[in-house]
Antibody
Framework: QVQLQESGPGLVKPSQTLSLTCTVS??????????WSWIRQHPGKGLEYIGY???????YYNPSLKSRVTISVDTSKNQFSLKLTSVTAADTAVYYC???????????????????WGKGTTVTVSS | DIQMTQSPSSLSASVGDRVTITCRAS??????LNWYQQTPGKAPKLLIY???SLQSGVPSRFSGSGSGTDFTLTIGSLQPDDFATYYC?????????FGQGTKLEIK
C-alpha cells in the first residue's frame, strides 16, 4: 500500500520560503494515473487545495496562491515538493500531501479523488 | 470558483442513529463529488468518490447520492468511530474546492 510522508521545517520566518517534501514509499511516483497534490488546513478550519504535479512535470496551481507556489517532482528520489514564497502568518497551517487518482469511470470522463494522504506536517510562520 | 456549502455545520447523534449530511454546489458539478472523513489530528480519509462510489475498505453503512448541485452522505447506523468531521469536495472544475465541513458529535 502506497504511503506518503511530508517533511520539512516546522517553523518559517515571515517573508521567507516554506519548503516541504513528500516522499512516496511502497509505490512509484512514475506509475501514471495519478496527480501528486498538496492541500493545507488552517488551524481549526477547512481544507484548501494548493495544487498538483504529474510525474512528467505538468502542474496546476490554485490561482489564489499561484504567484507564490511551485510544485516540483524528483522521480529519482520518488519525491515531490512544495515551495511557497513570501510567507505570512496566514500561511500557518497543516500541510498534507496526497495521491490524486485519475479515474476514467466513464469513457471520456475523468474523475479525481485523493485516495492516499500523508499524515500532515504543521508549519508555523513566526519570527 | 465553485462554492460548496454543507449543512448542517454540526450535528449531534447517538450510536445506531442514521444521519444525513448535505452538500450543495454553487453550480452544477454533475457527479464530480467526493466525501472525506477527518478525525482530530489525522489526515482526511476518502469515503465516497464520484458522488456514490464507495472507496475500497470503507464500511457499507456509508453511502452517497446526488447529482448536479445537491448531494448527500448518509451513515446508515452510526458507530463510535464515525464521530468525526466530514468534508465534501468538488472536482468538476479547478480550483477543486471543499465544503466547510460538518462536525458529527456524540449526543
Amino acid at each position: 500500500q502506497v504511503q506518503l510522508q511530508e517533511s520539512g521545517p516546522g517553523l518559517v520566518k515571515p517573508s521567507q520560503t516554506l519548503s516541504l517534501t513528500c516522499t512516496v514509499s511502497d509505490g512509484s511516483i512514475t506509475s501514471g494515473g495519478y496527480y501528486w497534490s498538496w492541500i493545507r488546513q488552517h488551524p481549526g478550519k477547512g481544507l484548501e487545495y494548493i495544487g498538483y504535479i504529474y510525474y512528467s512535470g505538468s502542474t496546476y496551481y490554485n490561482p489564489s496562491l499561484k504567484s507564490r507556489v511551485t510544485i516540483s517532482v524528483d522521480t529519482s528520489k520518488n519525491q515531490f515538493s512544495l515551495k511557497l514564497t513570501s510567507v505570512t502568518a496566514a500561511d500557518t497551517a497543516v500541510y498534507y500531501c496526497a495521491r490524486d487518482k485519475i479515474d476514467q469511470l466513464v469513457l471520456g470522463y475523468y474523475y479525481y479523488y485523493m485516495d492516499v494522504w500523508g499524515k500532515g506536517t504543521t508549519v508555523t510562520v513566526s519570527s | 470558483d465553485i462554492q460548496m456549502t454543507q449543512s448542517p455545520s454540526s450535528l449531534s447523534a447517538s450510536v445506531g442513529d442514521r444521519v444525513t449530511i448535505t452538500c450543495r454546489a454553487s453550480q452544477s458539478i454533475s457527479d464530480y463529488l467526493n466525501w472525506y472523513q477527518q478525525t482530530p489530528g489525522k489526515a482526511p480519509k476518502l469515503l465516497i468518490y464520484a458522488a456514490s462510489s464507495l472507496q475500497s475498505g470503507v464500511p457499507s453503512r456509508f453511502s452517497g447520492s446526488g447529482s448536479g448541485t445537491d448531494f448527500t452522505l448518509t451513515i446508515g447506523s452510526l458507530q463510535p468511530d464515525d464521530f468525526a468531521t466530514y468534508y465534501c469536495q468538488q472536482t468538476s472544475s479547478t480550483p477543486y474546492t471543499f465544503g466547510q465541513g460538518t462536525k458529527l458529535e456524540i449526543k
